[in-house]
């Protein structure tokens, strides 16, 4: 019987296209905060993070309580933004195609995110995705990428080993996390970070598409000693 095998997925900037989104929320985020402009650049290099992170990041001189307001000021404002009706995170392409695939393919799916739970429902909920992942990992119920936890949640949720786990994501956090699990990582070239970050993070292979992708991640998996 062949063993379980797990592919996990980012979400902004690998599975949908949200840069505009979360530049503007954090723009307006520091508009009422009083900070100025941010870069953005800067805010697109922290996407992965979980918020407060994020925010630290951004604000490195700043204090833990105004990283925590910056943070539920960007929520507030990227709550306004959901509500209009020109507000879209499109999924990048192939997306559904590669999901089907490797269902067929007998993998089981998930997601783990810097977004927050109610984010994961949301783009779930607008792109027709609710019931495909059997493991979702998000910000709100565990420590912030590039912590393994997430994905060791994962294993241990779903019963697979970690050497049958590919993390696919397009950030360097990704791929740190991959490696500190012991689980494959597969970085995507159209997201967030460059392709030479997602290989000095640990990247097995970067992707330029999801054509195939059954067979590329089945191709990666293999023995490899687990946490």
């Known amino acids: 019987m062949s063993p379980l095998r797990l592919a996990v ?3 902004d900037g690998t599975l949908i296209d949200s840069e505009h989104n979360i530049v503007t929320a954090m723009t307006q985020a520091w508009s009422h905060m009083e900070l100025g402009v941010p870069e953005p650049a800067e805010v697109r290099r922290i996407i992965g993070l979980s918020l407060v992170e994020a925010c630290a990041s951004l604000l490195p001189w700043a204090t833990h309580e105004m990283h925590r307001s910056v943070a539920e000021a960007y929520k507030d404002s990227f ?7 020109d507000t879209v995170e499109p999924l990048f392409p192939g997306v559904l195609e590669a999901l089907n695939e490797l269902e067929q393919a007998g993998w089981l799916l998930g997601l783990a995110t810097g977004k927050s739970r109610r984010g994961v ?3 779930l909920d607008n792109h027709g995705l609710k019931g495909r992942f059997i493991t979702i990992q998000t910000a709100d119920d565990n420590p912030g990428k590039p ?8 294993a ?21 996390m991959a490696a500190s699990a012991k689980a494959c990582g597969v970085g995507v070239s159209w997201g967030y970070h460059s392709v030479n970050e997602l290989r000095v993070a640990g990247a097995q292979l970067v992707i330029d598409s999801f054509d195939n992708l059954a067979d590329t991640l089945a191709s990666l998996t293999g023995d490899r000693e687990c946490v």
């Open 156 to 176: 241990s949720e779903t019963g697979v080993e970690c050497a049958d786990m590919v993390m696919i994501g397009d950030t360097g956090y990704d791929m740190a």
């Open 9 to 11: 997925f980012d979400v």
């Open 121 to 123: 429902d949301n783009m």
């Open 147 to 154: 912590n393994p936890g997430m994905l060791l949640r994962a």
């Open 79 to 85: 709550r306004a933004l959901r509500l209009l009706p």
